[in-house]
């Protein structure tokens, strides 16, 4: 079985103060560091248990500048087998279809039984990139998975999530698409001995020439206007005291708002 995982290196914001920079369309990432996508991670566990279980091959992908070798290489270390960087001024000005068509171009030239992607990416939220790879390979598709179970070498059966906290169990032909969500799996941390190995495994690079890309293709459909922090228009007021204090406080804070 040959597994493609999409990663995205991305801004760890989780303890940091986001400041938005003087452009109002970016974020100031000076004191940042860069990791893989938290869903992401998940998708290459699966991607490596699958390999475990029944053999076959793990390429990763990413697009961005060569600092993006720090998660393929890091995923490398946990056992993937190949890794490719898709670097241009292009893919790293556009938005969502330009990214996916990039992934297309470059999935398309090799061979795959499943590619697997985060469900969503912590930085923008999209959740586009594996629906429109889907779409533009003319594969199945399905988001949110929360299992993935192979019954042969043309069918998986899945598990996803669905409104409500709903669970969907079904079967999926191969190749196909998989949006993998966070929790299905514990992600490994790489050994030291898989780290020394990293180096030494393949880490292709390709610009939008060698993957033969018509730069008006992927021009962006969508544009960025403005990247601002919400204005703190309300605020919660807690009431205290007895059911009965409780009551006739809410009572009044409630004709006073009415008017009465």
Same mark, same amino acid.
């Given at each position: ?7 995205? +290196? ?37 991607? #490596? ?48 279809? %330009? ?36 779409? #533009?390979?003319?594969?199945?598709? $399905?988001?949110?998975? %929360?299992?993935?179970? +192979? ?27 998989? %949006?993998?969500? %966070? ?43 403005? +990247? ?29 708002? $009415?008017?009465?």
């Amino acid at each position: 079985m040959d597994i493609i995982v999409c990663l995205k +290196m991305v801004p760890d914001t989780s303890e940091t103060e986001v400041r938005v920079d003087s452009t109002g369309k970016n974020i100031l990432k000076v004191r940042l560091i860069n990791t893989t996508n938290e869903a992401d991670n998940y998708a290459l566990e699966t991607a #490596l248990l699958l390999k475990e279980k029944h053999g076959g091959t793990v390429t990763l992908i990413s697009l961005g500048a060569q600092n993006v070798d720090e998660v393929l290489k890091m995923g490398l270390a946990k056992g993937a087998d190949r890794a490719i960087r898709l670097t241009d001024g292009l893919f790293e000005t556009g938005d969502a279809w %330009t990214r996916t068509y990039a992934l297309y171009q470059a999935i398309s030239k090799n061979k795959f039984d499943l590619i697997l992607t985060g469900c969503i990416a912590s930085d923008d939220g999209n959740s586009q990139i594996g629906p429109s790879l889907a779409a #533009l390979l003319n594969i199945p598709s $399905a988001a949110y998975v %929360t299992k993935v179970e +192979m019954l042969d070498n043309t069918k998986a059966k899945i598990d996803r999530e669905l409104e409500g906290g709903i669970l969907e169990r079904k079967e999926i032909s191969l190749p196909a698409v998989l %949006t993998i969500q %966070t929790g299905i799996n514990t992600p490994r941390y790489p050994s030291i001995i898989g780290i020394k190995r990293a180096g030494s495994k393949p880490l292709d690079v390709f610009d939008a020439a060698k993957l033969n890309i018509d730069p008006k293709i992927i021009e962006s459909l969508t544009e960025l206007q403005q +990247m601002y922090n919400p204005k703190v228009e309300a605020k919660a007021q807690f009431i205290s005291g007895s059911d009965d204090e409780i009551s006739e406080k809410l009572a009044t804070l409630i004709r006073e708002k $009415a008017g009465l």
